[in-house]
């Protein structure tokens, strides 16, 4: 039946059309401000002897100078020039140790004011940790005593952190680091000539060689220079006095890794040739086992260029991949090969193989298993077995299997064999201990025979966190500790290998989450920490886990809050603001599990919609959106039509409960949220206005897969238009928002996505306005952008929601 036609009227001043520039940045109420500053609870880190608590201080948003310091954006990786590290990297300010016995308190000393603390690392002992000090022009690496509270400079020197992972490692027995530095005297960065030399040609001889869309890729020879000058390390083992030792010579290391027995160091060198179509991740690839002085023991693998990768999900590239250290032996190399090309199109009775080869590395490598299905990880133990998974993306399923890997003649024995999907059957995941070697192994129970695990225990009820042991043998599952109402408590870690202690994360709809020792037998719990609420002015936010069924019977689920002071008894229909992100699923049923608890704190943040409660809004936040395809369907064949449906029935459940006005209602989303924003303003009338914030809008700029699409444009066009709220354009009708930073670094949403929807709906004659964030990647960092967008949001929803009258027209 078609409804009628709704005239919005502003009690603002109503104009036919608006175009405008604005360079100033606003600012919203002050309770929105006090949101944005309120107080941030430190991070929480705990030594691995698990006698110590490091409280982390994490400062209030950066301001938009800090963003604006110089930036280079190199093969998919975005650093600044003037440290030598990344560029948009969080840190803290400070730390204090807690003693975990007595509860004392003590601040570290020794560091400057005002410090940019990043890369925290604790020793293998506990005893110290060191982190990087972020100076203008460096990086500098110190190290705090643990008994003496008091921190200092470790080396002289400047630390390189430009590339993936952490820049240095420690010895195993915690007396040094293998760090990579700023090669000494490597001169000035390569200058750019201003006349060119020359075009830059790409060329491809008949290979296919699909990818999908990234950012910030090498554009010239002067971006390969540039590469080569920032990228490049010299590895230098520190020790704890200060000294140091070069080992071999620079290169760019890709990762560094120390052998168990701390004996050999396995190096990922990164080579030429360079791409302008694929980041650094993808380019060619020299792995190689060094003695500690870094003579080359063992030349293991020269991988090429990965620029022919299918896009299809469960593609991989040929050769190793998955390269590490066994960590229950002292030094065997680990590896995987796909046996079918690394193209799941491709018929085989096994995909992937996996493999050792143990030191002095000159023998013939040891086949351990080989899986049907794409490898998904591996986890080493004590006692003689290791736990192999594997996974496929087409229909969700995984198995986990247990080898032996000192009796490769034994058959792999199956433990799991599961669907990703079923969170109601998750057994969880395996809980680890420290090996002797100070490495990572799993965390077995009698005799070896079981393995602790934990998960969230997802739930019809909710999520319902849980300690188990899983007996490998009988493969029967014995509950330890389950999460109780009203609380929501999750392990954070084991504090005896048995499970008897455990550190967890405790809270309610109305307590902060805090730190606990529980003593799983006898149910005591010691309060670590005493993080107070960070909003007091907003405590008073009423919260509630609801759920409700679509039209087509899937199960649905979503966070009400309603704001402070207002009765929900009272009869009165708020305003309301949806904020949702849709995600596909290949099972019904699947879709309409509970994926959150009842029991969360009701914990307010800028980022997402809470900021509507200020302004009288009921939120409807996390409001599950499933894109269900099953059988031969894929979820993307009635994307649109399932957005709508999920919409519908969001708003028929607010209306039931009497709380929202359906005539009042705005989506909002991120990223893909986003993008379902777009089109659901673009296909309906459900919505009065939307808010869509860094999204991606034509998916023909993306033609070779999206999120969970994949099949490329040319395979299935029909889809990629019918996605495309660009190419509905004409059809939004209601007032959208669009938000995006001007820097957005994410694969698909390019800052272009937002200037051209908005070009697109201006231009049809439709409400709209476009903000555009300058210095801001895909999140919202400075606090000017954030108060910023507070502002516009704010502003957007007041005027075309909240204040508008319903006019039925003939």
Same mark, same amino acid.
């Given at each position: ?43 929480? =880190? ?40 990344? =560029? ?44 990087? #000090? ?86 010239? =020879? ?34 560094? *890794? ?16 360079? $791409? ?14 060094? $003695? ?29 991949? $998955? ?17 079918? &090309? ?38 080493? *133990? ?6 192999? $998974? ?37 057994? &969880? ?15 077995? /129970? ?106 087509? &019977? ?32 290949? *099972? ?8 959150? =608890? ?78 379902? /924003? ?69 694969? &698909? ?37 954030? #108060? ?16 508008? /009258? ?5």
């Amino acid at each position: 039946m078609l409804r009628s036609l709704i005239l919005l009227i502003s009690f603002l001043p109503f104009v036919i059309s608006e175009s405008l520039a604005q360079d100033t940045y606003m600012t919203p109420s002050q309770e929105l401000v006090d949101l944005v500053d309120g107080a941030r609870s430190p991070s929480v =880190s705990f030594s691995p002897d698990q006698k110590t608590l490091l409280l982390q201080d994490v400062p209030t948003l950066p301001s938009i100078a800090e963003l604006a310091h110089p930036e280079l954006r190199l093969a998919g990786i975005r650093i600044n020039p003037n440290t030598n590290g990344p =560029s948009r990297s969080g840190y803290v300010t400070g730390f204090t140790l807690r003693d975990m016995e007595s509860g004392d308190d003590r601040v570290v000393s020794g560091i400057p004011e005002n410090p940019v603390i990043t890369n925290v690392s604790w020793s293998p002992n506990g005893d110290k940790f060191v982190f990087l #000090l972020n100076r203008p022009n460096s990086l500098e690496l110190w190290v705090a005593d643990v008994s003496t509270a008091s921190a200092k400079v470790l080396t002289s020197g400047r630390v390189n952190n430009t590339y993936f992972g952490s820049p240095y490692n420690w010895s195993r027995d915690g007396d040094a680091l293998i760090v990579k530095m700023v090669p000494e005297n490597r001169g000035d960065a390569p200058q750019k000539t201003l006349i060119p030399t020359g075009p830059v040609i790409e060329e491809n001889l008949g290979e296919s060689r699909p990818a999908r869309t990234y950012q910030d890729l090498l554009q010239d =020879s002067h971006d390969e220079a540039l590469f080569d000058y920032y990228f490049t390390s010299q590895l230098v083992e520190v020790s704890l006095n200060g000294d140091k030792k070069m080992i071999n010579d620079p290169a760019i290391y890709r990762s560094v *890794s120390l052998s168990p027995d701390g004996n050999y160091i396995m190096v990922n060198l990164t080579k030429r040739p360079y $791409s302008y179509r694929v980041p650094a991740s993808r380019f060619p690839q020299n792995i190689q086992v060094w $003695s500690r002085d870094g003579d080359v023991v063992h030349q293991f693998a020269e991988l090429p260029l990965a620029d022919n990768v299918p896009i299809a999900f469960s593609s991989t590239t040929e050769g190793p991949r $998955s390269v590490s250290w066994r960590n229950d032996a002292p030094a065997t190399i680990s590896w995987v090969e796909a046996l079918d &090309g690394g193209d799941p199109s491709v018929d085989v009775p096994k995909r992937d193989r996996l493999y050792t080869l143990s030191a002095p590395f000159t023998g013939e490598p040891t086949t351990h298993i080989d899986v049907e299905y794409r490898y998904a990880g591996l986890q080493w *133990s004590d006692e003689g077995f290791a736990l192999v $998974s594997e996974f496929w993306r087409a229909d969700r399923h995984r198995r986990t299997w247990k080898i032996y890997p000192d009796q490769p003649n034994m058959e792999p024995e199956l433990v799991f064999d599961l669907s990703t999907e079923d969170r109601y059957a998750d057994p &969880g995941s395996p809980e680890y201990r420290r090996s002797a070697f100070g490495t990572w192994v799993l965390n077995t /129970t009698d005799g070896g025979s079981s393995v602790l695990m934990s998960g969230i225990g997802a739930t019809p009820e909710g999520n319902r966190p849980f300690l188990s042991k899983f007996n490998l043998e009988t493969k029967e599952t014995t509950e330890l500790w389950r999460s109780e109402s009203p609380y929501y408590e999750r392990i954070i870690t084991l504090l005896d290998e048995d499970g008897t202690r455990v550190i967890t994360r405790r809270e309610a709809v109305d307590v902060q989450p805090n730190f606990f020792i529980r003593n799983i037998e006898t149910g005591d719990l010691d309060q670590l920490t005493h993080f107070e609420h960070p909003t007091p002015q907003l405590k008073d936010v009423y919260k509630e886990f609801i759920q409700y069924e679509r039209a087509d &019977g899937v199960q649905l689920s979503a966070t009400l809050y309603l704001p402070p002071g207002y009765d929900k008894d009272s009869g009165e229909k708020l305003p309301v603001l949806v904020w949702a992100y849709p995600r596909e699923f290949r *099972s019904a049923d699947a879709a309409g599990q509970v994926a959150d =608890s009842p029991y969360r704190f009701a914990g307010m943040s800028h980022w997402g919609p809470h900021f509507a409660l200020t302004q009288g809004f009921a939120v409807v936040e996390n409001a599950t959106m499933p894109i269900v395809g099953e059988g031969d369907a894929n979820p993307n064949d009635t994307f649109v039509e399932q957005l709508i449906t999920s919409s519908e029935a969001v708003l028929d459940e607010l209306e039931r409960r009497g709380v929202g006005d359906r005539n009042r209602a705005a989506i909002g989303g991120h990223s893909y949220g986003a993008f379902m /924003t777009a089109n659901l303003l673009a296909h309906s009338r459900i919505f009065r206005a939307g808010i869509a914030r860094s999204g991606a809008y034509n998916r023909t700029l993306t033609p070779f897969g999206f999120q969970a699409e994949p099949r490329n444009y040319w395979d299935a066009s029909h889809i990629y238009l019918s996605m495309s709220p660009f190419m509905h354009a004409g059809g939004i009708k209601d007032p959208i928002l669009f938000i995006h930073g001007a820097e957005d670094n994410n694969s &698909g949403t390019f800052p272009m996505q937002s200037e051209r929807m908005y070009a697109a709906v201006s231009g049809l004659g439709g409400t709209t306005r476009l903000v555009m964030l300058p210095e801001e990647s895909h999140g919202y960092r400075a606090r000017e952008s954030v #108060l910023h967008m507070l502002w516009e949001q704010s502003e957007w929803i007041n005027r075309y929601v909240k204040e508008a /009258t319903e006019v039925v027209l003939e």
